[in-house]
């Protein structure tokens, strides 16, 4: 059974850069029929897709983050990474990773992890 | 950017209602949308891709229907289990969600 679980700094200072980090259990992510995703979601509010990266490296970010955001992968470890520098308040969330469905069918979410909630705060 | 629109933003019902979300897109999707089911404190769950597909051990009571710009989830005889905040997310182009519907016991 595929399993995702996110860790990393919980709490950020604003300016600095947030990281984390998605390991996954029962499934490999060089498997080419996926692509391994993040999101976020402030509190109370909804959902907002951060970008992915498929195993050969390729990698999407959302427009309005792309230039903050870095997603790599370490394929020994079976985990992806999420950066984003020059973090603020409006960057205080639940952060999401996810495997998501590519090919001809592909862009949805069929697994996720539980979730970790990253506060920016001095 | 597609913008995703979802009415109502919340919703009240009885256990065994039928209830019924739907979800508007800026443009056309060509059928590349999906729904989540999400509680509170928990992840997103997939329910429905493309349109219509109900994913592996999703009750059968929620479908998806629609086309073009306009989608529709509904759940044939709401259960207790699914009393949660509901999302459209479109994959035409990148990804983007609807801002959810809250289902909420009346």
């Known amino acids: 059974q595929l399993q995702l679980q996110e860790s990393g700094s919980r709490l950020v200072k604003p300016s600095q850069t947030l990281s984390l980090t998605c390991v996954v259990s029962?499934?490999?992510?060089?498997?080419?029929?996926?692509?391994w995703s993040w999101s976020r979601q402030p509190p109370g509010r909804g959902l907002e897709y951060i970008g992915y990266?498929?195993?050969?490296?390729?990698?999407y970010h959302n427009p309005s983050l792309r230039s903050r955001v870095t997603i790599s992968m370490d394929r020994s470890r079976n985990q992806f990474s999420l950066k984003m520098t020059s973090v603020t308040a409006a960057d205080t969330a639940v952060y999401y990773c996810?495997?998501?469905?590519?090919?001809?069918?592909?862009?949805?979410?069929?697994?996720w992890g539980r979730g970790t909630l990253v506060t920016v705060s001095s | 950017d597609i913008h995703m629109t979802q009415s109502p933003s919340s919703l009240s019902a009885s256990v065994g209602d039928r209830v019924t979300i739907t979800c508007r897109a800026s443009?056309?999707?060509?059928?590349?949308l999906a729904w989540y089911q999400q509680k509170p404190g928990k992840a997103p769950k997939l329910l429905i891709y493309?349109?219509?597909s109900l994913q592996s051990g999703v009750p059968s009571r929620f479908s998806g229907s629609g086309s073009g710009t306009d989608f529709t989830l509904t759940i044939s005889s709401l259960q207790p289990d699914d009393f949660a905040t509901y999302y459209c997310?479109?994959?035409?182009?990148?990804?983007?969600f609807g801002q959810g519907t809250k289902v909420e016991i009346k």
């Open positions: 493309r349109v219509s």
């Open positions: 443009e056309g999707l060509n059928g590349w």
């Open positions: 997310q479109q994959y035409k182009a990148y990804r983007t």
């Open positions: 029962g499934g490999s992510i060089s498997s080419g029929d996926y692509a």
């Open positions: 996810a495997r998501e469905k590519v090919g001809d069918d592909g862009g949805y979410f069929d697994n």
């Open positions: 990266i498929y195993h050969g490296g390729t990698t």
